[in-house]
């Protein structure tokens, strides 16, 4: 493990933990995309696994990623499920070389610059928003 | 070599039912035991699909009631749940019982109630199928099936031009080949304009480019090959395969790659000792015209990239190079979830027989079926042969 990083340790539960989902929840309430890097492959994620989901390693550092990246693929989502309201954009965004999918406030193009604004909530699950 | 044969087969029509799941299951299972010519006391195990019932209708624990209800209780009951490849899934484990040793014959099938019909309307019907996306990860952003899978799509469409024309052909076929099937949900021709023209479910599907909601249930009589010769009209099992991939989708090393297709498809292949070439037709999961464009490339049918021209170019029609989805598919025969993978079955097993009257594929005696479940994160790969 490399260096721990304070921006990160403030969300973390102890330093044997690892990226929870309550504290991923937690630092994305405050606008912090918390993410892992997995020491032996490379791989970067933006959902908190007990190993990477790539090569299985467990040595998966938490990491914040950044707050503006590219979209990856998106869709217009005209037939929202029940608690949405259509239409609304869903996005895979690239941060860093981590993917995530997220909602996106306005409808893009592939290639987009998008940055995070804020965050959805249903069933208390907070879920990104870019625009 | 065999692994095991299909010997009975029997499937209700898909489309709105008002029956309960144990009357709807009978209406498959009882016809499949007739056609295999088998009663209790011949079939030895339960091996069944259901996907939502649990959330939907407040009905689990499946496995003995639908047992009872055909006149199988005391037998061994497994019930299946592995999203849209349920029923597949329990298909695969059936096969492996007969051809490892546990069972000589099993009743395997599924049943699923969908349509809001007879069921909850579709908002709450959308949420209770994503149930299936990550529930932390994918679900948050508002995301939906056919969102998913228009994710896949545009980016396909992005890195091959793949055209939204290309897709509606997909659908305008299987339209036209569900006509010529009296159990298909919807029996009624289409054209690219009408689905061009039809509206916007997520992009880049409009609402005829998605398979509907269904009711319907399908189920298959699996004999090991010891016992199959015993029966009148048996068809072999040659090959299965059964994969995996990354949840959630963000993290998948390609969009448009469909990985565990892939990967069942050539476990599959090897099992059954063919390749591409050598399948005759094909059933396969398309939930939505992108999704069946992307399979016919991970199934090695076509190139990467190749999938939408080949569609345009009537190369997967009923006389086509390779017919796909002769029974009109998921698209037009119909989406009973749980009971889609063996419906896949059900028209492999008939086709090779040669009893399905005018979408019969001439000299079909190598099918191969497709089931995916989730967001691409579950695909079995089954084959499928005349016997010899
Ligand atoms: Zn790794």
Redesign the interface.
């Known amino acids: 493990m490399s260096e721990s990083d304070p921006a990160v340790d403030r969300f973390l539960e102890g330093s044997d933990a690892g990226l929870t989902?309550t504290a991923?929840k937690r630092a994305l309430r405050e606008d912090v995309l918390l993410g892992e890097a997995c020491a032996d492959c490379g791989?970067r994620?933006?959902?908190p696994r007990a190993a990477c989901?790539?090569c299985g390693s467990r040595e998966l550092e938490p990491i914040a990623l950044p707050t503006s990246g590219e979209v990856?693929?998106?869709?217009?989502?005209?037939?929202?499920?029940?608690?949405?309201d259509g239409?609304?954009t869903?996005?895979?965004v690239e941060l860093d070389a981590a993917?995530?999918?997220?909602?996106v406030e306005e409808s893009v193009d592939?290639g987009d610059s998008v940055e995070l604004v804020g965050v959805?909530?249903?069933d208390d699950?907070?879920?990104?928003l870019f625009g | 070599m065999p692994r095991a044969s299909v010997v009975g087969a029997g499937m209700t029509e898909f489309g709105p039912h008002d029956k309960t799941l144990s009357e709807l299951f009978a209406e498959a299972a009882l016809p499949a035991m007739a056609d295999a010519g088998v009663e209790r006391g011949d079939v030895d195990a339960l091996f069944v699909g259901n996907t939502l019932g649990g959330t939907t209708e407040n009905d689990t624990h499946l496995g003995p009631k639908l047992a009872s209800h055909v006149g199988l209780a005391g037998v061994p009951t497994q019930r299946f749940e592995d999203a849209c490849a349920t029923s597949s899934n329990a298909f695969k484990h059936a096969v492996r019982a007969v051809e490892s040793g546990p069972h000589d014959v099993v009743l395997v099938g599924g049943v699923e109630r969908c349509t809001p019909e007879t069921g909850l309307d579709?908002?709450?019907m959308?949420?209770a199928f994503?149930s299936a996306a990550?529930?932390?990860?994918?679900?948050?952003?508002?995301?939906?099936f056919?969102?998913v899978f228009?994710?896949?799509t545009?980016?396909h469409m992005?890195e091959y031009g793949t055209t939204e024309e290309q897709l509606a052909r997909v659908a305008v076929k299987n339209h036209a080949n569900g006509t010529l099937n009296p159990r298909a949900h919807f029996g009624k021709e289409t054209d690219v304009e009408s689905v061009l023209d039809s509206?916007?479910?997520?992009?880049?599907f409009r609402l005829m480019d998605c398979c509907p909601f269904s009711d319907g249930a399908s189920a298959v009589v699996v004999a090991s090959e010891a016992f199959a010769d015993s029966f009148d009209a048996p068809v072999d099992v040659t090959g299965i395969g059964h994969a995996t991939d990354?949840v959630?989708?963000?993290?998948k090393?390609r969009?448009t790659a469909t990985h565990s297709a892939r990967e069942a498809a050539s476990q599959a292949y090897e099992e059954a000792e063919i390749g591409a070439d050598d399948v005759d037709f094909c059933e396969l999961h398309d939930c939505f015209t992108g999704a069946e464009v992307l399979a016919t490339e991970a199934l090695g049918f076509f190139a990467d990239g190749e999938g939408g021209p080949a569609a345009e170019a009537g190369r997967t029609e009923l006389d086509g190079e390779i017919p796909i989805n002769p029974s009109g598919g998921l698209k037009a025969k119909g989406h009973p979830i749980g009971a889609t993978g063996t419906a896949q079955i059900v028209e492999l097993t008939e086709q090779i027989r040669g009893e399905v009257g005018s979408r019969q594929v001439p000299e079909a005696t190598t099918g191969l079926a497709h089931n995916l479940g989730g967001d691409t994160a579950t695909t079995l790969v089954t084959v499928m042969e005349a016997r010899t």
Do not use: C, N
């Open positions: 989902h991923w791989h994620s933006g959902a989901v790539r990856i693929t998106e869709t217009t989502i005209a037939v929202p499920p029940e608690g949405f239409p609304h869903v996005a895979i993917r995530i999918m997220a909602g592939i959805l909530e249903r699950e907070p879920g990104p | 579709t908002p709450e959308t949420k994503v990550d529930r932390q990860y994918e679900q948050p952003a508002g995301i939906t056919p969102g228009g994710l896949l545009k980016r992005h509206p916007l479910v997520a992009d880049p990354i959630p989708i963000a993290d090393e969009l």
